[in-house]
């Protein structure tokens, strides 16, 4: 599979787990969704809002657009047992909106990677990081962190939402492959 096919494939796989894990989430409930769960960005909730601004802020970047709006998220920090909330948990108001924000963010993505041929894949990119320092990196290695970032943190999404007694479904690129492997650009 080349490199172009995969990262769209993951882009198809970012959406589908988005989704199931949204399922969770609601039948979870709004409350525990926004407990404390002790995780980095606070709740569940937080580390939704988080996978949005760290996806959303690579698209930027992507798509050589303006993204220092989001830089001052990561000046933030984690947050602890103790906080009694998280900036991240104010992007957005509700579970509904956070599920419109990523789905539609994730579409996006897939238009751009629709746009893009192989060889776009090993071209230099380069962006300004949160704290303000130019660097650079193959485009199909970006985007594959990109993915990456958001499945390590529904992992952390799917562990709090276990302690706290709601649903996981399993989110693992094999069971998504099995589902949809019709439907794939392989």
């Not at 957005?92 to 629709?114: G, H, I, P, R, Y």
């Not at 952390?156 to 492997?181: C, E, H, W």
Request: aromatic letters at 10%; proline letters at 3%.
């Amino acid at each position: 599979m080349s490199l172009l096919k995969y990262v769209r494939t993951l882009a198809m796989y970012d959406a589908w787990a988005t989704r199931e894990l949204l399922k969770d989430c609601r039948t979870l409930g709004e409350a525990k969704y926004r407990d404390n769960a002790g995780l980095c960005f606070r709740s569940v909730h937080g580390t939704l809002c988080h996978i949005y601004a760290g996806t959303q802020l690579w698209l930027h970047r992507a798509r050589n657009e303006p993204a220092e709006e989001l830089h001052h998220l990561w000046s933030s920090g984690y947050s602890t047992k103790e906080s009694p909330d998280h900036v991240y948990e104010t992007l957005f108001n509700s579970m509904d909106d956070v599920e419109k924000a990523l789905l539609k963010q994730n579409a996006e993505w897939q238009t751009f990677l629709s746009t893009l041929t192989e060889a776009d894949m090993t071209k230099d990119f380069t962006y300004k990081t949160t704290s303000g320092e130019n660097t650079g990196s193959p485009l199909g290695i970006t985007v594959c962190h990109v993915f990456n970032h958001a499945t390590h943190h529904r992992g952390q999404a799917s562990a709090a939402m276990s302690m706290l007694g709601g649903p996981v479904t399993s989110l693992d690129l094999i069971y998504f492959y099995r589902q949809n492997k019709d439907a794939l650009p392989l």
